[in-house]
Structure formats: C-alpha cells, structure tokens
C-alpha cells in the first residue's frame, strides 16, 4: 500500500501502514504497540479539533456572508443566497479544508483501531506460543520459575475433556442405563 500523508497538529506524518501493522516478531512488536496506539491516539484527538474547529470557521463565514447578501436584498430567494454563497471560491477553499480534516480523522481513527486489533493479535500469538512451549516441556524465562509441568498427555486430556464434556455425560449416562 503507498504511504499516506497526514498534517494534523501544524505536524506532517507519513504512515507506511505496511510496516507499521505487520507483526514479525511478538516480542519486539509488544515492545513498541501501546506507544504507537498512544500516538495515534493522540493524532486522532488533534484531528477531531481541527475538524471541529474548520467546520466552525465554515459555518461562521457562511452566516456571515448570507447575512451580508440578504442586508444587500432583503428580497433574495434562500435559494439564491445558497447559490451565492457556494460560487464564492472562498466556499469551495473552506469545504476543502473541512474535507481534509474529515480525511485525517477518519485515518487516524481507523490507524488507532488496526493497532487496537494488531495488540490483541499479539496477544493471542504470545498466549499460543506459550502453550506451544508448555506443551512440548519447554520453558520461557518467565516459565522458569514454575514447578511441577504438566506432560502433553495430561494437557491433551485436559483440552478433550473441555471440548467434549456434554460427550462424557453422555456416556456416563449411557453406563448407568447398562
């Protein structure tokens, strides 16, 4: 995908979303994935008042030029004065200035999001890697410390039986009837 350009905040940022919500390596991607969301974040907040405040600025010129044309004739038809209005280049320069602000929110929003989603990614391929490692008896330096591992048949019967519990009444059912 091509970098996207974003000028929020006086700031000009340009977004590789390639490499930034790629996930490579989960400990290095932890590292780095709540600073990036606190960012974007960030961003997004100061896109939200620059809309807020592009679109005040828009409404304030546009009541002050209709009030401006109607002071001028008072007789000028609503749709008259709109059309007036919207020929103005100064209209179609604010309108722009508004669109692009309406953009950098909707991207800033939408980084912060992938990186929300990109967290909890991460946290499932850490979760599984460690059940991975647990499995086969192997251990992380966190896992250490940790006495007493399971064997994978004691873990395999552990899985069968959350997956299959209704199975096991069943067959308990089953026995008690013979």
């Known amino acids: 995908m091509k970098p996207i350009d974003l000028s929020i905040n006086g700031e000009t940022v340009t977004v590789d979303t390639d490499s930034l919500l790629v996930i490579n390596d989960v400990g290095g991607d932890m590292d780095v994935v709540a600073a990036q969301m606190g960012y974007w974040a960030t961003l997004h907040a100061s ?22 044309l109607l002071d001028e004739d008072p007789k000028l038809a609503e749709w008259k004065v709109k059309q ?10 604010l309108k722009s200035a508004l669109s692009e602000a309406v953009r950098n929110v909707t991207i800033a929003k939408g980084l912060y999001d992938a990186l929300k989603t990109k967290a909890n990614m991460l946290q499932s391929k850490g979760a599984m890697m460690r059940a991975e490692l647990d499995a086969t008896s192997m251990s992380t330096s966190s896992e250490a410390r940790r006495t007493g591992k399971r064997s994978t048949e004691s873990l395999n019967a552990g899985v069968r039986g959350t997956f299959s519990k209704s199975d096991v009444k069943k067959k308990n059912k089953k026995t008690t009837k013979a």
Do not use: C, H, M, P
């Open 84 to 93: 007036l209005i919207e020929e103005n280049k100064t209209f179609k320069t």
């Open 47 to 68: 896109a939200e008042r620059e809309r807020v405040q592009a679109d005040a600025y828009y409404r304030q010129w546009r009541a002050e030029s209709g009030k401006a």
